[in-house]
């Protein structure tokens, strides 16, 4: 939701530039998905109707979430990334913790980026940081597996960087420095 919110923001900004960015963008992702995409999307994305006047929340049967509804909410989300992405702006997501994520939460990061990396103008404008901690990984867990799938994919660029974790010591020196 904090891409939504960040074009909410630039469409209620003084600046020319930013509320012209804004209405592109959100012209850009109602002419990919259309308006009832972006209904069905309202419990994914609160932002939503505050950036698009008068839509709103489509009630699914049971509160369930279908195979196919899955996959329009995979092709909603990769649709609304490509439009800012295309309208000339860099998007970084960052998420933390990933090795407590559930199969399908990894599965949806996964398969997004896959679509973003498969079109080359988008996949040099967007950067996905995904922190986990090694110590927690098992093997046959979703994490390792959504992992091992994103290695092998010729859609997405991965690089691992390793970082020792901080010691007691390094911590104290840090609080010292800051509170000289």
Not at 101 to 111: E, F, M, R, Y
Not at 120 to 138: D, P, Q
Request: glycine share 4%; charged share 25%.
């Amino acid at each position: 939701d904090e891409i939504v919110r960040y074009l909410v923001e630039l469409k209620e900004s003084r600046r020319p530039a930013d509320i012209a960015y804004s209405k592109r963008a959100s012209k850009s992702i109602l002419d990919s998905i259309g308006y009832d995409a972006l209904s069905g999307l309202i419990d994914f994305l609160p932002s939503l109707p505050l950036l698009f006047d008068g839509l709103e929340k489509v009630e699914r049967l049971n509160n369930v979430l279908t195979k196919e509804s899955a996959w329009q909410l995979l092709h909603s989300i990769t649709k609304i990334f490509e439009a800012v992405l295309e309208s000339g702006r860099f998007i970084m997501i960052c998420c933390d913790d990933l090795q407590w994520a559930d199969k399908s939460t990894l599965s949806l990061i996964s398969d997004v980026l896959i679509n973003i990396g498969g079109n080359a103008h988008t996949s040099c404008r967007c950067l996905f940081v995904g922190l986990y901690r090694s110590n927690e990984i098992e093997d046959n867990r979703p994490f390792s597996i959504q992992y091992s799938y994103l290695q092998m994919s010729i859609s997405v660029n991965l690089t691992e960087i390793k970082l020792s974790s901080l010691s007691k010591e390094d911590v104290i020196g840090m609080l010292m420095a800051e509170f000289q």
